[in-house]
């Protein structure tokens, strides 16, 4: 079982430049999750959804874009890369978002804008 | 402000040596506390789950505890192995309908031969 899957696994990025950071699970789960790593803080929630064509903020959700067109798949999108976004995006699915469903988080992504 | 705070921040001991980890939250209103393995480079993987009426939990050789009363949680390695070298991080839930979770920044753990 592969679980959460991140593409790409590092990436490089002028200021202004756009990308898009694809996560794809094969568990059937219906929430995903976009979080953010940074040094000497916790994960930090950009972007969630409940389900297929649904999305909703998280706590830094400014300057990110998110996407769920396939239960499968959850898209984050920087559409103007700036260095404040230098960080360690990480992946997360879980069945539900209520009670003690356990999430399942993919290996991240390395991002770095210069 | 819901907030997670763990220690040490980083910790090193020797291979079979015995450890404990320290969590304390003020997360309201709390659903249940999870720790996490975070190996370098790694997503963070579930250890365990605990409920507000769960006082221990054990997966293997992690025993992580629960006192909701002064919340506070320890999460105790035994017998470490070099394997056991990774981040360990208390994650509290919180909410009654979509839960969010509060992470705390982790304690780094380093087992030397």
């Known amino acids: 079982n592969a679980g959460v899957t991140q593409t790409p696994k590092f990436r490089v990025l002028k200021t202004g430049q756009s990308m898009t950071l694809l996560c794809a699970q094969d568990?059937?789960?219906?929430?995903m999750y976009w979080y953010r790593q940074d040094p000497g803080m916790g994960l930090r929630l950009i972007h969630y959804s409940v389900g297929e064509g649904t999305t909703a903020k998280g706590e830094v959700p400014d300057g990110y874009n998110v996407s769920r067109l396939k239960k499968q798949n959850f898209l984050l999108g920087l559409e103007s890369a700036a260095p404040s976004q230098t960080s360690v995006y990480f992946c997360a699915s879980s069945r539900q978002g209520t009670a003690n469903y356990g999430y399942t988080f993919g290996s991240g992504t390395r991002l770095t804008v210069v | 402000k819901n907030q997670v705070e763990q220690s040490p921040q980083s910790l090193i001991i020797l291979e079979g040596k015995n450890c404990t980890l320290q969590?304390?939250?003020?997360?309201?209103?709390?659903?249940?506390l999870r720790w996490y393995k975070q190996d370098t480079g790694r997503g963070p993987v579930s250890l365990t789950i605990?409920?507000?009426?769960?006082n221990t939990k054990s997966n293997g050789r992690y025993t992580a505890t629960l006192d909701a009363d002064t919340k506070q949680s320890s999460l105790h390695i035994t017998a470490s192995q070099l394997s056991d070298s990774a981040s360990y991080i208390c994650v509290v839930s919180a909410g009654t309908g979509f839960q969010k979770l509060v992470f705390g920044t982790g304690t780094r753990l380093l087992v030397s031969p």
């Open positions: 969590c304390n939250y003020t997360v309201s209103p709390f659903s249940n």
């Open positions: 605990m409920t507000f009426s769960e």
């Open positions: 568990m059937n789960h219906e929430y």
